[in-house]
């Protein structure tokens, strides 16, 4: 890409391929919205000028070392005829994969254009839209797969398998297309929108255990007084197989020689190995990636050991791939055929989250809004977001990478949240698949909807009466951390009136998003401050020098988790010896700018020590701020009269129980 000043484009506009123009039979851009072709088996491309194996295009960048060790072979030197051979003593991959069963219940879902990342690093970026399936995941490939090929007599017997979520339900609708009784073992804890999804599809839930440990053994346990058989969720070849059409479908779907590297989750490896598998066979020049948490890893740590790797615990806030041991024929092929690993952390998913939904641009010099209808506008869980996180992790880390291409799988979107809506003159073609999930009951709720962002924009949008978000409410506050747009710091002020507008003014221009403060020490308040920035690091550096010029001691706690998870609200606290306080609680719009007119509002006019303060910018249209000042009682009359004069809403607070209880 040029390195001058994008070009601003409209929503109607179409955005040019960032490696020059190209005819519209070979766009790279298939609609996002196109819910997928149904047909058995796709036809393989075998004309010489558009083969699925084309001949690579020649590498423009050189490829860092790899973070995990090369086994056995070195992958570099391969080459197609020398893995043409069966990974598997038993069983051939290819033609398992390009035989698969899988369209049955799947559909061949789009490749989309990835606009604002492709932008942002100056590559060609797209997204394998797996959250697109039926039942927004995968894992309905493999499942199906695996349960076709079973012998007549074990499809009498019925199957079991014990899942979470997303293998659950794609065990479920297999079993229901073939007519075969399931028996599906779901922890307690599994999230309710999947446990709902599962029985509607006609499986019988048994829900049991505090953890997946325990209902893995009351799954075996009804497996043998049952005779079911057992669906492995991952460790199987049919089940290896039929995630690997998902590897088929973007070669077909890529339309262009040049893919340098294919971004895959990982939890037990199904689908990692699966795409592995058929690509470094057709096109061993494609680095195949995968991505784990840095809390759920067991595939990076067993690939180091050189065998499967039990953890002692696995995170669980991306559950889908909460994997304590990955499978061994899983490893195996990972082993094999996978060239490196990225790691990433909670917060680096939630911005990946953010990223998938995102819809406009900023041009970083004009700061232009650029708007797209690429976007994915989906909100994907954690495991199905895993994929950008590592390929804008990779590429972050490795910025001479410029004008590659690059596909990032989006494994799933069963985000446990829940939307409640009452529809008000809602047009019904509007309706989508993709808008309204049909996966809980209508009795339960009027309608569910996975946020459709449409909606919200539309004039005959719905009236939302509920919203409870779980999950959600996570990635809110950690995605602007984990993408570096957003920093926190802690600094010590003098406790006297004018100190805090001072913090305020070396922090500005940057936003300011979060405030906590409680008078606690006569001379030296501790300030806890969160703001804005684009380039984290180097601004953050630069505001704590500026803040050192005027007197005020600072320290960067960004990556200080105790101070992310618990400090951030529990900052203040009860104040012993502040006297003469009143609590005012303000209400202004929430637009740039705002929170400065209000603190030089507050310091100019008043004389008063501020004892308390906080602020946190939710994105609402109303910014809310609790403060605390110091005023003798013969001044309150003053005091009031400097309330309404500054000319916001307010509410005294002085008398709440709730602040006599816990901050006085």
């Known amino acids: 890409m040029s390195s001058s000043a994008p070009r601003t484009y409209s929503s109607g506009d179409k955005v040019p391929h960032p490696h020059g123009p190209t005819n519209e039979s070979s766009s790279n851009q298939p609609p996002a919205t196109n819910p997928g072709r149904r047909h058995q088996h796709p036809p ?26 090369s086994h056995a072979t070195d992958k570099e030197s ?4 020398q893995l043409d051979i069966s ?32 932008m942002r690093f100056d590559n060609t970026i797209f997204f394998k839209r797996e959250d697109m399936q039926s039942l927004f995941s995968f894992k309905c490939r493999g499942a199906f797969n695996k349960i076709y090929h079973l012998p007549s007599a074990d499809r009498e017997r019925g199957v079991i398998c014990v899942s979470a979520g997303n293998h659950a339900q794609g065990v479920a609708l297999a079993a ?34 505090s953890d997946f440990d325990e209902a893995k053994r009351e799954c075996a346990k009804l497996a043998v007084e049952t005779g079911a058989v057992f669906i492995p969720p991952f ?55 995968g991505v784990n948490t840095i809390d759920s890893d067991s595939m990076y740590q067993s690939l180091h050991k050189g065998e499967p790797v039990q953890l002692r615990e696995a995170g669980m806030f991306s559950d889908g791939t909460s994997v304590g041991l990955v499978g061994k024929e899983t490893f195996k092929l990972c082993q094999k055929h996978v060239d490196d690993f990225v790691l990433v952390s909670n917060d680096e998913l939630c911005a990946a989250i953010k990223d998938t939904f995102e819809g406009k641009w900023s041009c970083s010099s004009c700061r232009t809004i650029i708007t797209f209808l690429s ?25 001479d990478m410029k004008n590659g291409v690059f596909v990032a799988v989006l494994s799933g979107a069963n985000m446990n949240f829940h939307v409640q809506l009452t529809l008000r003159n809602l047009p019904p073609p509007t309706l989508s ?11 339960k709720w009027k309608k569910t909807c996975i946020l459709a962002p449409q909606m919200s924009a539309s004039p005959t949008a719905s009236l939302i009466e509920c919203l409870h978000f779980q999950r959600l409410r996570f990635v809110a506050e950690r995605a602007r951390l984990g993408d570096g747009k957003e920093v926190m710091i802690s600094a010590m002020i003098p406790e006297r009136p004018g100190s805090f507008r001072t913090l305020y003014n070396s922090i500005d221009p940057h936003p300011v998003t979060e405030v906590s403060y409680r008078y606690s020490d006569p001379d030296v308040a501790h300030i806890y401050i969160s703001f804005e920035v684009t380039n984290g690091p180097a601004e953050v550096n630069e505001v704590i020098a500026q803040l050192a010029d005027v007197g005020i001691e600072a320290m960067d706690i ?6 992310k998870t618990h400090m951030r609200y529990m900052a203040g606290g009860r104040s012993a010896t502040v006297t003469d306080e009143m609590i005012i609680r303000f209400r202004f719009p929430e637009r740039p700018g705002a929170l400065k007119k209000f603190l030089n509002l507050l310091e100019a006019e008043a004389d008063w020590n501020v004892s308390l303060f906080h602020y946190r910018n939710h994105g609402a249209d109303i910014a809310r701020v609790l403060a605390g000042l110091q005023v003798p009682p013969d001044q309150r009359t003053r005091f009031k009269d400097f309330l309404d004069r500054l000319g916001y809403a307010y509410v005294d607070e002085t008398e709440n129980p709730v602040y006599k209880r816990f901050l006085r």
Do not use: H
């Open 87 to 118: 990974d598997n003593a038993d069983f051939d991959y290819l033609k398992g994969i390009l035989t698969a069963r899988v369209y049955d219940v799947a559909v061949e879902t789009p490749l989309t254009f990835a606009t604002k990342l492709s």
């Open 176 to 209: 229901k297309k073939l007519k075969i009784n399931a028996t599906i073992v779901m922890p307690k804890f599994a999230p309710e929108i999947k446990v709902d999804s599962v029985r509607q599809l006609g499986a019988r839930v048994v829900l049991v255990g």
């Open 44 to 69: 393989v491309r075998t004309d010489s000028s558009r083969s699925i194996a084309s001949v690579p295009a020649p590498p423009v960048f050189v490829w860092p070392s790899p973070i995990i060790p």
């Open 433 to 443: 698949p993709y808008t309204f999930s049909p996966q809980l009951p209508f009795s």
């Open 558 to 563: 960004t990556e200080n988790e105790m101070a």
């Open 78 to 81: 391969l080459t197609r005829s």
């Open 235 to 289: 460790d199987d070849p049919y089940v290896i197989s039929g995630q690997g059409t998902v590897g088929v479908e973007i070669l077909r779907q890529l339309r262009q020689d040049r893919l340098d590297a294919i971004f895959v989750c990982c939890g037990g490896g199904g689908l990692l190995a699966g795409i592995a598998a058929f690509i470094k066979r057709v096109r061993p020049d494609v680095k195949i990636i």
């Open 375 to 399: 976007d994915t506008r989906s909100i994907l869980e954690p495991a199905g977001a895993l994929g950008v996180a590592g390929l804008k992790k990779f590429l972050s880390a490795n910025p």
